[in-house]
């Protein structure tokens, strides 16, 4: 009886470590051929070239925007801040592309995902 509570336990405690994962969420910032990796809960100011020009994109408490761009119609910066993995804002016509990955797998579905 002892040796089958011991191994419960065991398991019970193995399943709980690998489900948990560290909730650690980087920013990965795509912009022509480069690929840059921020962590979120560091604040900064970047400054990302892209073929028309320079985008601005903030990281300020866990989030991240993009707040100035070269395009003509600045969907990019009206898009708002990103924060949940999955989430992503992109500057098309300057070919930058940021997206918040990894965290918890508890990620948030939407309903066109079905």
């Given at each position: 009886?002892i040796?089958?509570?011991?191994?419960?336990?065991?398991?019970i405690?193995?399943?709980?470590?690998t489900?948990?994962?560290?909730?650690?969420?980087?920013?990965k910032?795509?912009?022509?051929?480069?690929?840059?990796?921020?962590?979120?809960?560091?604040?900064?100011?970047?400054?990302?070239?892209?073929?028309?020009?320079?985008?601005?994109?903030?990281?300020?408490?866990?989030?991240?925007?993009?707040?100035?761009?070269?395009?003509?119609?600045?969907?990019?910066?009206?898009?708002g801040?990103?924060?949940?993995?999955?989430?992503?804002?992109?500057?098309?016509p300057?070919?930058?592309?940021?997206?918040?990955?990894?965290?918890?797998?508890?990620?948030?579905?939407?309903?066109?995902?079905?």
């Amino acid at each position: 009886f002892i040796i089958l509570l011991i191994s419960i336990l065991i398991t019970i405690g193995f399943t709980m470590l690998t489900m948990q994962g560290d909730g650690q969420s980087i920013l990965k910032i795509s912009a022509v051929d480069n690929e840059y990796i921020y962590q979120l809960d560091e604040d900064q100011e970047l400054e990302i070239e892209g073929p028309i020009g320079s985008t601005h994109v903030h990281i300020s408490g866990g989030e991240a925007y993009i707040s100035e761009s070269p395009c003509e119609n600045q969907l990019c910066v009206m898009m708002g801040s990103i924060s949940k993995p999955g989430q992503w804002a992109a500057c098309m016509p300057n070919r930058v592309f940021i997206s918040i990955e990894g965290g918890s797998d508890d990620q948030e579905i939407d309903v066109l995902s079905y």
